[in-house]
């Protein structure tokens, strides 16, 4: 039987969503398939790409939610 994988098993790979069994065959299939081993590659490098991301929230963010814990109060009857 032929195994087909979709670029969502590939992208299930990439952050080891996958069990071992598949991992074996969608390896298989990236030497296999030049088209699906681009994905794979162009995958990795945005994860890599993602995970170099920083966010920091803004002044006007932190000061809200500053200013509602300071005015916070909680319900006694909870």
Do not use: G, H, W
């Not at 296999?32 to 994860?47: C, G, Q, V």
């Amino acid at each position: 039987m032929i195994q087909i994988f979709t670029n969502d098993d590939v992208i299930r790979y990439v952050y080891e969503e996958t069990s071992a069994e598949e991992n074996l065959l969608i390896e298989d299939a990236l030497m296999a398939e030049p088209e699906l081993m681009s994905f794979y590659l162009d995958t990795l490098e945005i994860k890599c790409l993602m995970n170099k991301i920083e966010r920091t929230p803004s002044n006007a963010s932190i000061q809200n939610i500053l200013n509602f814990s300071k005015n916070y109060t909680p319900n006694p009857s909870a």
